[in-house]
């Protein structure tokens, strides 16, 4: 069976992903597209054959081609397509942030628990890196000893000037959130967020950022953010075990020897570091919705706890408090 999708936003994700679903991925077809930007909606649907563009992202999801939707608008529009997707009994993949508050996560997951199954994914592709998946597996297999200490470093070159000092949290380290949560299979219980000396390049921006993240049975978690670091883009993760610790590899594809120096190439961007991630990501996405074997990706909790996470960590920028993680009762569609 093919799976027929409707993408509510075509953005920048929005059309790479329409791309992957078209070009790199099997099992897809993308039906139908909607964005508040009309034009850029039909631009992407240029390239779809007997793709319908729809007004609003409520008419996609109604429409009878649409099997499942995938939501790469902005932010603050999630919840309502997310929501609207739960109630047509439809799977949907939303790019994160799942929403931007936590009220709007619990109130999808709501929706979710009502509906009885899994329906949602939220777009956290780190879990999908061949990288990561080694160092989850290195801990998870006892290689190092029980994890005592890790640390997360997301490091851009720069970034754009709409970028606000919130979004080194809400925006870039939510992912270090995430991946650490997955990692270590345990809920963040606290924050505590430090602005260094601030880099000459980044305005009025606060960094680099430096935050002390506690785990649920004491992990101490060290997420660092620099964005305007010019070098390239630089995702560092490393456990220290009991009995050893264990790291991300460098990331290029060749060890270059020249002019008295040995050296891997740093990707550019993220698109070029995850790249590999997001096609695994939505290959198994599919293959799960097709099959009907159940959702395993990260679940509407997980985009959930992430929010969480963010909202202390705004709140410790703000006031330089270490501030409480309370996560409340997690629902049994979610164990
Ligand atoms: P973008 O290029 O600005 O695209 C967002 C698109 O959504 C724009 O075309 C925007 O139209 C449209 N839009 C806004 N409100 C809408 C609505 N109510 N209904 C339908 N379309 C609407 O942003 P982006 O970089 O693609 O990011 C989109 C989402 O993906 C964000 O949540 C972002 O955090 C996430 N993202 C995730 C990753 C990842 O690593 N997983 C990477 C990049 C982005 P206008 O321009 O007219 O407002």
Redesign the pocket.
């Known amino acids: 069976m093919t799976l027929r999708v409707g993408v509510?936003?075509?953005?920048?994700?929005?059309r790479d992903h329409i791309r992957r679903l078209t070009e790199v991925v099997a099992g897809a077809e993308v039906v139908a597209v909607?964005?508040?930007?009309e034009v850029?909606a039909k631009e992407a649907a240029d390239n779809l054959a007997g793709a319908t563009v729809h007004a609003?992202?409520e008419d996609l999801i109604a429409d009878d081609r649409v099997d499942a939707v995938i939501v790469?608008?902005?932010?603050p529009?999630?919840e309502q397509y997310v929501v609207a997707s739960v109630e047509a009994g439809k799977p949907v993949f939303c790019?994160?942030?799942l929403a931007t508050t936590t009220a709007a996560c619990r109130r999808i997951m709501e929706a979710e628990v009502t509906s009885g199954k899994r329906l949602v994914q939220v777009?956290?592709?780190r879990r999908y890196d061949a990288s990561y998946r080694a160092l989850k597996q290195a801990i998870d297999s006892g290689a190092v000893g029980a994890p005592l200490i890790y640390y997360s470093g997301h490091r851009n070159p720069s970034v754009p000037e709409h970028y606000t000092k919130d979004m080194a949290i809400v925006?870039t380290a939510v992912?270090d959130f995430d991946v650490t949560r997955w990692l270590l299979g345990e809920e963040l219980t606290s924050i505590r967020v430090l602005a260094a000396k601030p880099n000459s390049h980044g305005g009025d921006l606060q960094d680099p950022l430096l935050m002390i993240l506690e785990s649920s049975s004491g992990v101490l978690v060290n997420v660092e953010t620099s964005v305007n670091i010019r070098y390239g883009y630089d995702i560092r993760g490393e456990v220290v075990g009991e009995t050893g610790t264990a790291a991300l590899a460098e990331t290029g594809q060749i060890v270059l020897r020249r002019q008295n120096s040995v050296g891997v190439s740093v990707p550019e961007d993220?698109r070029e570091r995850?790249i590999s991630a997001y096609d695994v990501e939505f290959q198994e996405w599919i293959n799960e919705v097709v099959s009907g074997a159940g959702l395993t990706g990260p679940s509407a909790w997980d985009g959930y706890a992430a929010q969480s996470v963010c909202d202390a960590g705004v709140q410790s920028l703000y006031s330089g408090d270490r501030i409480e993680i309370e996560l409340g009762t997690k629902p049994s569609l979610y164990s």
């Open positions: 509510i936003g075509t953005g920048m994700i929005g909607t964005d508040a930007n850029a609003t992202g790469c608008s902005w932010g529009t999630h790019e994160k942030p777009g956290f592709m925006d992912h993220w995850f």
